[in-house]
């Protein structure tokens, strides 16, 4: 039976071949998207999963770490003061215009804070010392400002509302899901670019003791700022990724692609299999004709399905690992993890043996006797 199944299927090649490329296109427009997406999402909170924070203090109601809004800097002493904590320090996010040497204006995210290192952040630094930071109205961008703000080197300057401060590192893999380039200064350098934050800070990020217990130091630190929120790493991540979903609409926009996929997948392949039965109904007659019931007749049509959905996996996978280093070349990031390999790969052998009912219910209305006419 898995003979005639490949070799009805294989009969004519060049619709194979088409299938089998159909069915990848598919695919990888489905696994694409869903990188892309994953991708972007990752950027919405890639500094608090790199950040070695535990609890994240935020004014009340921020919803995610991009759209930050300023309570006294003085609050960390509340903090630092709660049994359980280990250290506690402010970080200032807070979008900056940056004047570029053509007289351009870019906005810049610019994180702020006193002792980046302790916090592992920025966790890539690939010219430049950290330290350095806090002996001057110094400034270190990520290297995917290039894009936006021209090529820079070290020792260059920039102006960022109307102050000037000199360019003294680079680092790599900081993003964020907005696209605007990241940058890193200390602490009171920000608090002294805009009155807005003078004496404010955005975020308190806390460290705990070994053995402490996380809930209770957060409850104890809600209970001390009442107008304040406060969210262990995990959940905050996790919120600021969901408000880019339900905000923007990506959350429906990636649905509408994958069901895109799955149509096209469903339809080439139900056009394959629904051509090739029609071609060798007499095949089909002659089986049933021996005594083959309905059962054998959907084993082979399910073989059939089968063979185009992995091959068509097979072919989808490759694309979508050639392309990851050309969107990586466009600054995209382009993430797959194994669940939605495998749940792709399932969606698209169960989707090709639902296709496969079509032919079924032609042939399995098939009178064996035609196969006696002439």
């Known amino acids: 039976m898995i003979d005639l199944a490949r070799k009805i299927l294989l009969y004519d090649k060049l619709r194979f071949f088409i299938t089998v490329c159909g069915v990848g296109f598919a695919v990888a427009l489905v696994l694409v998207q869903t990188g892309l997406f994953l991708g972007l999402l990752d950027n919405a909170s890639i500094t608090i999963d790199h950040l070695d924070a535990e609890v994240w203090v935020a004014a009340k109601n921020t919803p995610n770490i991009d759209f930050a809004r300023t309570f006294s800097d003085a609050y960390v002493n509340r903090v630092r003061s709660v049994d359980g904590v280990q250290r506690a320090d402010n970080l200032v996010v807070w979008f900056i215009r940056m004047a570029l040497p053509n007289g351009v204006q870019e906005g810049v995210e610019m994180y702020g804070m006193e002792h980046f290192a302790q916090w592992g952040m920025p966790w890539n630094v690939i010219e430049g010392n950290l330290q350095d930071l806090r002996s001057g109205p110094y400034v270190m961008l990520d290297d995917s400002a290039t894009k936006r703000c021209g090529v820079f080197a070290m020792g260059d300057w920039r102006e960022f509302i109307g102050h000037r401060m000199k360019i003294i590192g680079r680092t790599k893999g900081a993003l964020s899901f907005t696209t605007a380039p990241v940058a890193f200064t200390d602490l009171q350098s920000i608090q ?154 399932v969606g698209t052998l169960v989707f090709s043996l639902a296709a496969s009912m079509i032919s079924f219910r032609k042939v399995a209305k098939l009178d064996p006797a035609m196969v006696f006419r002439s």
């Not at 209770?216 to 001390?224: D, G, K, M, P, W």
């Not at 039965?277 to 007749?297: C, D, Q």
């Open 192 to 345: 002294a670019l805009t009155p807005e934050l003078k004496g404010q800070t955005t975020y308190i990020v806390v460290k705990l003791k070994p053995g402490a217990n996380r809930q209770a130091v957060i409850n104890e630190i809600q209970r001390r700022l009442p107008y304040c929120d406060v969210h262990a790493s995990e959940t905050w991540s996790s919120m600021s990724k969901t408000y880019w979903v339900t905000s923007t609409g990506l959350g429906l926009q990636l649905a509408s692609t994958i069901l895109l996929g799955c149509m096209v997948a469903i339809i080439i392949v139900a056009q394959t299999l629904y051509s090739s039965t029609m071609e060798h109904l007499k095949e089909f007659g002659t089986i049933k004709a021996i005594g083959a019931g309905n059962g054998h007749i959907y084993g082979i049509l399910a073989r059939q399905a089968t063979i185009a959905a992995v091959c068509g996996a097979l072919v989808g996978g490759t694309i979508t690992v050639a392309l990851r280093p050309i969107m990586s070349g466009l600054d995209l990031k382009l993430l797959i993890i194994p669940n939605v390999w495998a749940a792709t790969f």
